[in-house]
């Protein structure tokens, strides 16, 4: 089974880490990010999301959200699934969404990416 709670890293070098999944799910974390949109250093930001209770041989899915604390504008939801291999590593595999905040309507476009 997989488990989400733990120390996480991904391609980027960027750290998640994820405090105890409650029993409705529920998480709350740390994401710690090696890529910015100014260019800057790393710096941690708060991250909350819940997990679907597997059901008896299934990988949960999950879903978080990234609020960018203090170094951009933007917040970003990831979605994904976590998966074990036949040697017992754990895997999460994800998609994500980053909303910038731009200062007009007209500019909406290229708020998402």
Sequence with gaps: QCQLSGLWRNEQNSLMEISAVRDNGQFQGKYLTGVTLAGGCARASPLTGAQQQPSEGAWPTFAFTVRWHKFSNATT??????????????????????REAVGSLEEDWKATR
């Design 77 to 98: 939801a990831f979605a994904g699934q976590c998966f074990v291999d036949t040697g017992g590593k754990e895997t999460l595999t994800t998609m994500w969404l980053l």
